[in-house]
């Protein structure tokens, strides 16, 4: 086991003392950075890049040649799950990802098996073994997938959507093959994350972007109690150091203190509330890890580390706080300005441990 030269990250997730504030950022290794879109242009296609794991090795170490990050996170995508279950993944220039065989019916869902970690999603984890080899100790490596929900909408919609009509109309008109559904998800995401884990992640993140679209009720039932089975599922310990798992629903701020129930470690949040009114009402059951409006990283250097500073004194003194943006960085950010924040936290964190 290769020992971790800076292991702040980790640290923070449990709420362990730290130095100063680690950071990463969502979608770090991504299309704002002209190093990937060269490497991107090699592979083909995006599918290509994540099934090569060379080339996703070297996607996901692009962003710490430029900035003293915290964290890897793996290079991959959230659909390789539905993917692997037979569902015909493939993006469109300028629309996203689609399936060519969407899931519309109870008897589409029984026909759908629970894919082998080391069998269809072989790439996947051959890229988590390559990355940790790199990496080499300098950074612990953030394994992660989608929450069923989140797999599902697409699934039964067929791509993304707005509206998400055609998964709603399943939950209320046919509950029944929606849970089946998202139980077979759960099983397949538990032996997904677990296989990261054996093959080398050292953080699993679960990534709820659509949890946001659901009432109270429905949330709890369809997208929550899925995330609880795969918490009770994952592998919590692994090379003599916890996994620490972390909970992201996007526009999830009013259900902080259920998903805080799960028995997480960490729940990341958007921009839509306040550090400050998170830490109060989850306590010290759980890490925090965000949660910058990715948006700021579009002006200048001094406004960034007002926000920066903002965001760090919302949070307040003590361990338990991961700095992320809120989502996912945009691609037309200037590669610069990540590094403005990245060092900002760095030196401003320091304060408050």
């Known amino acids: 086991m290769t020992e971790l030269k800076n292991d702040r990250f980790l640290r923070a997730l449990l709420k362990q003392p730290v130095d100063t504030t680690p950071v990463w950022i969502m979608r770090q290794a991504g299309r704002y950075l002209p190093e990937y879109r060269a490497t991107r242009a090699r592979a083909g296609s995006f599918m290509d890049l994540c099934k090569n794991a060379d080339l996703a090795c070297e996607v996901t170490l692009q962003p710490l040649e430029r900035y003293a990050l915290d964290a890897a996170i793996l290079f991959s995508d959230i659909l ?70 989140t797999l599902a909408t697409y699934m039964v919609e067929g791509s993304s959507s707005k509206d998400f009509a055609k998964v709603k109309g399943m939950l209320y008109d046919n509950p029944k093959a929606l849970h089946l559904l998202l139980d077979k998800l759960a099983d397949s995401i538990i032996l997904y994350l677990n296989a990261q884990i054996a093959a080398g992640a050292q953080a699993a993140m679960i990534f709820d972007t ?5 009432t109270p009720a429905t949330y709890r039932e369809f997208s929550l109690r899925y995330m609880q089975k795969i918490v009770d599922g994952v592998t919590r310990e692994h090379d003599g150091r916890k996994v620490p798992v972390i909970l992201f629903t996007k526009g999830g701020a009013q259900w902080l203190e259920p998903m805080a129930d799960t028995g997480c470690d960490a729940l990341g949040l958007d921009w839509t509330i306040n550090i400050s009114e998170a830490r109060q009402r989850v306590g010290d059951r759980v890490a925090l890890q965000g949660n910058m409006d990715p948006c700021v990283l579009y002006a200048s250097p001094d406004v960034i580390r007002q926000h920066v500073a903002t965001i760090l004194a919302s949070y307040g003194q003590g361990s338990g706080h991961v700095f992320n943006l809120g989502h996912g960085i945009h691609q037309h950010i200037n590669p610069e300005n990540v590094g403005v924040l990245v060092d900002a936290v760095h030196e401003l964190g320091q304060q408050y441990h």
């Open 210 to 214: 659509w949890g946001g679209s659901l």
């Open 80 to 149: 390789t799950v539905p993917d692997a279950m037979g569902l015909g993944l493939y993006f469109s220039e300028g629309e996203g990802p689609r399936f060519t065989n969407p899931v519309q019916s109870m008897a589409d869902i029984e026909k759908i098996g629970i894919p082998d970690p080391e069998g269809e999603l072989q790439y996947v984890m051959n890229a988590v073994r390559t990355i940790r080899r790199e990496l080499d100790g300098r950074v612990p490596l953030i394994g992660f997938t989608g929450s069923p929900w």
